[in-house]
């Protein structure tokens, strides 16, 4: 079982979402990453190559995976207009 965690600047991310946003994000982040992240999430391209994302509704997750040490690394969560800016 993977252990989730978040860097600081994700809550920083978190405040300007609504609540009910924020519970169907902290949801699909628990249910999804805990088991096997890798099946849920898909990698970035280009430029972004290395993290994945998960969108969850209009949002996007991204995030990274230590398979070595069983983590989830929440990276940012933000809409998905303004995630890659």
């Excluded at 995030?63 to 933000?78: S, Y």
Aim: net charge positive.
């Amino acid at each position: 079982m993977f252990s989730i965690e978040y860097l600081e600047s994700v809550i920083d991310d978190l405040e300007s979402i609504s609540k009910a946003d924020k519970q169907r994000i902290r949801k699909a982040i628990e249910a999804k990453f805990a088991s096997n992240p890798v099946e849920f999430g898909k990698p970035l391209q280009y430029s972004l190559k290395g993290p994945r994302r998960l969108r969850v509704g209009d949002y996007c997750v991204i995030f990274q995976i230590d398979a070595e040490q069983m983590i989830v690394l929440i990276v940012k969560i933000g809409h998905r207009r303004e995630i890659y800016d």
